[in-house]
């Protein structure tokens, strides 16, 4: 029961948040709707019994990636979005068609997913068993992501970089 | 005890509401930002289908997910820094040539 509370409040609030990212128009508003987002699924997946990938959800999420999006929010003054006739004729065929889309979704989910219910914790995602996956059946697929993390730093450095700072400077003698 | 069900529908929803933003947003950001609640929602669904078949993989899948999505932020704000270098715009609809 009390598993049923946590879910639906930390639900709504997550929904809520999720909704209140369509609707501001400034996009510091948007960032900080995303940070509700994840601080909830957090919850979410703490109540799911998986430790760890609450703890990375908070860390990475909310902390590492949600701090590279406001510093460039921050970095590019971004304003409030302007409107335009392509965004107004997306806003009247995207909305109906994702509305109707969601219900049909949600409507299949409920009535097909049959009785099956999650308990509280029925599987303790801990560290360590997460650890001994990882490093025994996906260690190649790990290494591989570490591969594509170094790729992505160096990717980003040039893109961000302004060109001329990539140019080779003269030695000064 | 939580249904199944009511995972994959929050799941579901959050995933329709990354999908309205890409489509309603103009801000090249907000855009952004709509792609990593979309990733979320598959993470909710992930880790729900773990709990519900015993299968810790899920879980190890999800943290796959973050890392390509810490990448994937960490390319696409510097693209989105470059692409307001040269346009001095953050407006998709103003972003509308390849060439300058």
């Known amino acids: ?173 | 005890m939580v249904p199944l069900s009511y995972y994959l529908v929050l799941s579901g929803f959050l995933f329709a509401c990354g999908v309205t933003g890409f489509l309603i947003k103009r801000n090249i950001i907000t855009i952004f930002m709509s792609i990593e609640l979309m990733l979320n929602g598959v993470n909710l669904s992930f880790v729900a289908f773990a709990a519900q078949w015993h299968a810790l993989s899920g879980q190890v899948f999800v943290f796959f997910v973050m890392v390509v999505a810490a990448a994937e932020a960490a390319v696409g704000l510097a693209i989105i820094i470059a692409v307001y270098r040269t346009r001095e715009t953050l407006n998709v609809d103003r972003v509308n040539l390849l060439k300058l």
């Open chain 1, 1 to 173: 029961m009390l598993h049923l509370i946590l879910f639906s409040v930390f639900g709504l609030i997550c929904a809520a948040a999720a909704v209140n990212l369509l609707v501001q128009s400034h996009p510091i508003n948007s960032a900080l709707s995303l940070v509700v987002v994840m601080g909830s699924l957090a919850v979410e997946y703490l109540l799911l019994g998986a430790e760890f990938v609450a703890a990375v959800q908070v860390i990475v999420y909310a902390g590492a990636i949600m701090v590279l999006f406001v510093f460039v929010i921050m970095l590019l003054n971004a304003g409030k979005e302007e409107r335009t006739k392509g965004s107004r004729v997306s806003l009247f065929i995207g909305i109906p068609g994702v509305t109707i889309g969601s219900v049909l979704m949600a409507w299949v989910l409920i009535t097909h997913s049959g009785t099956r219910s999650v308990e509280a914790g029925a599987l303790p995602g801990d560290p360590r068993q997460i650890a001994q996956l990882l490093f025994h059946q996906f260690l190649l697929p790990f290494e591989v992501t570490s591969i594509l993390v170094l790729i992505a730093i160096m990717g980003a450095v040039v893109l961000a970089a302004r060109p001329e700072a990539l140019q080779p400077t003269e030695e000064k003698n």
